[in-house]
Nanobody
């Protein structure tokens, strides 16, 4: 069973940086997509970024392009989300998600993901 455990959330002032980590375990097939989603209060969960574990192709939501970077450490089965130039509108619970196969065009779709972490809170104050 795939397990995803997020860490690294916290509180930060606008303009600051945070790095989230997602430690993954239990994959039984070598090709999978990992992603970060976020959900702000009273809003739908939205895709932030994703990465193919094989090849490292990345995808980003327009709202975070140029500010957030998704990366992976394959040896540690860990995916990171480096968040720079944080804005108050980045405040949300951030979730790690994964599914087998490449991310592809469906990467922003919540229903494409089989496995989810428990989430980590990110709060950005102005």
């Amino acid at each position: 069973q795939v397990q995803l455990v997020e860490s690294g959330g916290g509180s930060m002032q606008a303009g600051g940086s945070l790095r989230l980590s997602c430690a993954a375990s239990g994959f039984t097939y070598p090709y999978y997509c990992m992603a970060w989603f976020r959900q702000a209060p009273e809003k739908e969960r939205e895709a932030v970024a994703s990465i193919n574990n094989n090849g490292g192709r990345t995808y980003y939501a327009d709202s975070v392009k140029g500010r957030f970077t998704i990366s992976q450490d394959s040896g540690k089965n860990t995916v990171y989300l480096q968040m720079n130039s944080l804005k108050p509108e980045d405040t949300a619970i951030y979730y790690c998600a994964a599914h087998y196969g490449n991310c592809g065009g469906s990467w922003p779709q919540r229903r494409a993901y089989t496995y989810w972490g428990q989430g980590t809170q990110v709060t950005v104050s102005s």
